[in-house]
Antibody, heavy 121, light 106 residues
Framework: EVQLVESGGGLIEPGESLRLSCAAS????????MSWVRQAPGKGLEWVGR??????????DYGAPVKGRFTISRDDSKNTLYLQMNSLTTEDTAVYFC????????????WGQGTLVTVSS | DIQMTQSPSSLSASVGDRVTITCRAS??????LSWYHQKAGKAPKLLIY???TLQSGVPSRFSGSGSGTEFTLTISSLQPEDFATYYC?????????FGQGTKLEI
């Protein structure tokens, strides 16, 4: 069974940093293209970024609102995806979802349950 | 970035109704268009990808059509479990972008 379990969310002050983790199981993580999507309270979905498999080149892309502040990485030996978030603002308050892109790149079949990040003073 | 615009933003309907939601892209995205629905407090669920391909396990009352810049999602006969928020999403190019959502209410 495919499982994606996010962790690391919480309450944090503006300007600080936070790292989210996504533990993956039930599928060949080292071959997977993985994305992060976020959803602010009561709002729509926003793509944060993605990392493709090392075999396919390991390219990483970001959405404009987070480029230069957020970093996506992966540890295939631990089946874990990461999202390092720096210089957080109140606009980054959201539930962050980890996603396995299936059945083809850019399609989001498998989602984690999400982890809430609240940026507030 | 490619902008996705859904209409309507909200829709009231009854069980058994046929409903259609429209999604427009700011430039041609061929058929790189997916549809999701999301219930409160849950992660979104993929319904349709490649504009018209039904995801495995999704009921056949859901269908998608379109290409280029205009797309539609149709639910042929609404069931109680279909009342949710629906999103379109382009995966033609990064940054992937979503429509603003259509809330389908009873």
């Amino acid at each position: 069974e495919v499982q994606l379990v996010e962790s690391g969310g919480g309450l944090i002050e503006p300007g600080e940093s936070l790292r989210l983790s996504c533990a993956a199981s039930g599928f060949p993580f080292n071959k997977a293209w993985m994305s992060w999507v976020r959803q602010a309270p009561g709002k729509g979905l926003e793509w944060v970024g993605r990392i493709i498999s090392s075999n396919d080149g390991g390219r990483i892309d970001y959405g404009a609102p987070v480029k230069g502040r957020f970093t996506i990485s992966r540890d295939d030996s631990k089946n874990t995806l990461y999202l390092q978030m720096n210089s957080l603002t109140t606009e980054d308050t959201a539930v962050y979802f980890c996603i396995w892109e299936l059945p083809s790149p850019g399609n989001f079949e498998y989602w984690g349950q999400g982890t809430l990040v609240t940026v507030s003073s | 970035d490619i902008q996705m615009t859904q209409s309507p933003s909200s829709l009231s309907a009854s069980v058994g109704d046929r409903v259609t939601i429209t999604c427009r892209a700011s430039q041609s995205i061929s058929n790189y268009l997916s549809w999701y629905h999301q219930k409160a407090g849950k992660a979104p669920k993929l319904l349709i990808y490649a504009a018209s391909t039904l995801q495995s396990g999704v009921p056949s009352r859901f269908s998608g059509s379109g290409s280029g810049t205009e797309f539609t999602l149709t639910i042929s006969s609404l069931q109680p479990e279909d009342f949710a928020t629906y999103y379109c999403q382009q995966n033609y190019s990064t940054p992937y972008t979503f429509g603003q959502g259509t809330k389908l209410e009873i």
